[in-house]
């Protein structure tokens, strides 16, 4: 029986075409500066966006600690989402690492942050305060997407109270897709954004920082200072410029069979957050006990809890989501 993995769109494996791309790249000293798949892959996604420059990094996490840190000093401060990544599941890493207080403020329900409680948590100019950098905002947000007068909006607002503004764009192209436009129509309205290769792209590794010249040199600074400055990294870079290539408009293959395993979820009776992008989030209170066994005896994996995030990726095809369906349809609580 095949695993059906729902826990992240971080679980899949490079494809049979993205290893013979990785297997033929041509690499250098990173450090140095040298390899030419990482130059391409940062000169590419920068330019694809918007961006004067962009750094490949390790991982989102340390994409998102070396803006903060690029973008803040020490006793500088962030206005981030309570449920923010770049908040909660970082490991505190901005605070410990660069010495840089988070100010959290509840998300909207649609993912944002109102604009008007963050106007009130920017601490005036006293040495009482920690001084109001920067505001990090992420999209997509929980599977939901920013609308594009909000950025606009954002933009304006950090413009005028002279803060910078950051977004984790972990899953930029999920909401690229689903607004059906260039991601690049998102990414203008921020100073930097952090995009993930590993998640719904499909590669093994990898996060891609985009920002102007000065930015990322600042960046590329503290990404050696956390150690992840890499050496022959090109092999890396080929999965990311291979994702870029060929799976970003497959990205509304997973939408859809998000949309359809929430669709099939909710008349079997059910609650079902409604579905934007590749990921249904499904109330199993009641159920929760009984449901977490069942499934993982039939084959499909979960982070267990009250309420469900299951997420479609690359390596989940819509026979698989008719399979979840048939197996919860199956469930006798
Ligand atoms: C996954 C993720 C990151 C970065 O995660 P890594 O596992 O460190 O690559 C950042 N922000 C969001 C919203 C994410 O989902």
Not at 244 to 258: C, F, G, I, P
Not at 290 to 302: A, F
């Amino acid at each position: 029986m095949k695993t059906i993995d729902l826990r992240s769109d971080t679980v899949t494996r490079p494809t049979q075409a993205m290893l013979e791309i990785m297997h033929r790249a041509e690499t250098g000293d990173d450090v140095y500066g040298e390899d030419p798949t990482v130059n391409r892959l940062q000169s590419e996604l920068a330019e694809r966006l918007g961006f004067e420059a962009g750094l490949f990094v390790p991982s989102g996490t340390m994409s998102n600690l070396i803006a903060l840190m690029a973008h803040c000093e020490r006793g500088d401060e962030y206005i981030v989402g309570q449920q923010a990544h770049t908040y909660k599941y970082e490991g505190g890493g901005a605070a410990v690492l660069g010495s840089i207080q988070p100010q959290p403020i509840e998300f909207e329900a649609d993912g944002s942050l109102d604009l008007e409680r963050v106007r009130a948590a920017i601490k005036p100019e006293d040495h009482h305060f920690a001084r109001t950098r920067l505001l990090a905002l992420e999209n997509t947000v929980h599977g939901k997407v920013l609308p594009l007068d909000y950025l606009a909006q954002a933009r304006r607002f950090t413009i005028e109270h002279g803060l910078s503004l950051h977004l984790d764009g972990a899953r930029l192209y999920n909401a690229a897709v689903k607004l059906g436009v260039d991601a690049r129509e998102i990414a203008l309205h921020v100073d930097s954004v952090s995009i993930c290769l590993s998640k719904g792209l499909g590669a093994p590794v990898g996060s891609v920082l985009c920002g102007s010249f000065s930015l990322i040199d600042k960046a590329h600074r503290w990404r050696k200072l956390v150690g992840g400055g890499m050496r022959q990294a090109g092999i890396l870079a080929a999965a990311g410029l291979y994702a870029l290539e060929h799976h970003v408009a497959r990205l509304a293959e997973d939408h859809a069979n998000a949309a359809r395993l929430g669709e099939g979820l909710a008349a079997l009776g059910y609650a079902v957050e409604p579905v934007q992008t590749n990921m249904v989030f499904v109330d199993v209170r009641e159920q929760a006990a009984r449901l977490m066994p069942y499934l993982k005896e039939q084959g499909i994996t979960v982070y267990p809890g009250p309420v469900l995030r299951l997420v479609t990726h690359l390596d989940v095809s819509s026979a698989d989501v008719e399979r979840v369906i048939e197996v919860f349809a199956g469930f006798r609580p």
